[in-house]
């Protein structure tokens, strides 16, 4: 038998085969991913100055570096088996349409109502908060994807859920935003003049479309101040980043079934957390000497965090209320270009990524959202599957990395992310299709003015 035949074109783990544990890659980082600051002070952020803004058990998760497995609780691995196992697919369409030697598989994610890996952190982190007797939580959301999945994971445990939405997507995606409602969660525009600091940033920036900088700081806000509340973000953390190595661990479990060792491993990357989950297994195993891996990190060209930014100390979020985070970023005062549809718009990236990143771990590449919907068309055709804008960065780079062995002629292992399905996107598709979609990529100066920005923090450069 050919090892063609051998393999099919959808691996499925079964059932029982869902891992126990969720993986902390940081455990095996030789350089840690620096500590949360405390702006006020300088100095690192405490369990308990934390715990005013996030659950307690996931404060713990946020600090522990040194656990590798940390048990996923029975409750979450139940509602991880409503669409869980995600299959692993073999693009052995897309690899004869492309006519190259590669073998390039990818991890769907896109298998369930929120359309998007973001689930998979939803659950645990309303799960923690339902244990500590909170009454709700508050979030913002992009492009809307991550408060789709926190109003279903709410909703199924029964806490109440505050979304504030990017402004841009709330208008241009009206149908996220009644599905969010659907699920029972109280959905508002960012800006909003529902906050302290929406006010402040529509004084200083009128008439502004809102970004997930803004969001979050109006979401933060509300969390502090309404008793019973907690605040969770739905990716760029730490603990975000442990949830979503169910990804990786499932892709991996399906792999190594039938003995497959993927060379390059691609993800996109927006705040790094599907990257981020679909590598740490495989990463733990490069730091450890075990094996090794090519990692790509692919971004938009128009926020251009890792390619372009700078690894610092910064904001996580617009309104300069939320804990500093060493990372790479392009300040927390960077707005991508309105014309940006793709996604991934978010200033800042995991600080876990970053320190990977920063070391020579992981390389990154930028490309532009002309040629990422190319590749987003191409393998809608092809595969089948409507995939996300964001998503489709990874696709432009498998295809850009399958090509490279059509022309070298090497059979390599190609892995990529795909993380979600894009039905609610068909805005950009539209533009897309009519031939409207623009590159815009910012110039140096645009960048120079993110940066001044920056804070100023003691033994930092
Ligand atoms: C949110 C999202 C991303 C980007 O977020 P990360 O935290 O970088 O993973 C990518 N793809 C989809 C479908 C998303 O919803």
Redesign the pocket.
């Known amino acids: 038998m050919s090892e063609e035949t051998k393999i099919p074109y959808k691996i499925y783990l079964d059932e029982s085969e869902i891992p126990d544990s969720w993986y902390n890659v940081r455990a095996d980082m030789p350089v840690k991913p620096a500590p949360l600051l405390n702006p006020a002070t300088g100095a690192p952020l405490t369990a308990e100055e934390m715990s005013g803004i996030f659950c307690e058990e996931l404060v713990a998760q946020e600090l522990d570096n040194d656990t590798a497995y940390i048990p996923i609780p029975q409750e979450i691995r139940d509602f991880y088996k409503m669409y869980r196992p995600a299959p692993l697919v073999r693009a052995y369409c897309l690899e004869k349409a492309l006519g190259t030697p590669a073998k390039i598989y990818y991890k769907f994610?896109?298998n369930n109502t929120s359309?998007?890996?973001?689930l998979n952190s939803a659950i645990a982190q309303a799960y923690y908060a339902k244990k500590q007797g909170l009454k709700g939580v508050t979030t913002e959301t992009?492009?809307g994807?991550?408060g789709t999945a926190l109003s279903m994971a709410c909703a199924y445990l029964g806490l109440e859920c505050k979304v504030f939405m990017v402004k841009v997507s709330y208008e241009q995606k009206p149908f996220r935003r009644e599905v969010m409602r659907t699920y029972g969660a109280d959905v508002t525009p960012s800006p909003s003049t529902t906050t302290a600091v929406g006010r402040k940033i529509l004084e200083e920036h009128p008439g502004t479309t809102g970004s997930l900088g803004c969001a979050i700081s109006e979401a933060v806000e509300v969390a502090t101040s309404t008793p019973g509340y907690r605040y969770v973000l739905?990716?760029?953390l730490n603990q975000?980043l442990l949830h979503?190595s169910i990804i990786g661990l499932e892709a991996k479990a399906a792999l190594d079934k039938y003995g497959v060792k993927p060379d390059i491993i691609i993800?996109?990357?927006?705040?790094?957390?599907?990257?981020g989950g679909l590598i740490s297994p495989f990463m733990g195993e490069k730091l450890r000497g075990e094996k090794d891996y090519r990692f790509i990190a692919v971004e938009p060209a128009s926020c251009p965090s890792f390619t372009r930014g700078k690894f610092a100390y910064d904001f996580c979020d617009t309104g300069k209320i939320c804990p500093l985070a060493k990372m790479y970023t392009l300040g927390s005062g960077f707005i991508p270009s309105p014309n940006h549809a793709g996604?991934?718009r978010f200033h800042g990236m995991s600080s876990t990524l970053s320190q990977l990143y920063h070391d020579g771990y992981m390389e990154a590449k930028a490309v532009e959202q002309t040629a990422v919907f190319e590749a987003a068309e191409q393998f809608a055709r092809i595969e089948g599957i409507l995939p996300?804008p964001?998503?489709s960065h990874a696709i432009r780079v498998a295809i850009d990395e399958a090509l490279k062995c059509k022309e070298t002629g090497e059979e390599k292992t190609i892995l990529f992310g795909l993380?979600?399905t894009g039905y609610f996107d068909m805005v950009a598709y539209q533009k897309f299709n009519d031939g409207e979609m623009s590159d815009y990529i910012p110039t140096d100066e645009d960048l120079a003015a993110g940066f001044k920005g920056l804070p100023v923090v003691p033994g930092q450069e």
């Open positions: 994610e896109g359309g998007s890996h973001k992009g492009a994807q991550w739905g990716s760029v975000v979503q993800g996109c990357a927006g705040g790094g957390s599907n990257l996604g991934l996300a964001e998503s993380t979600g």
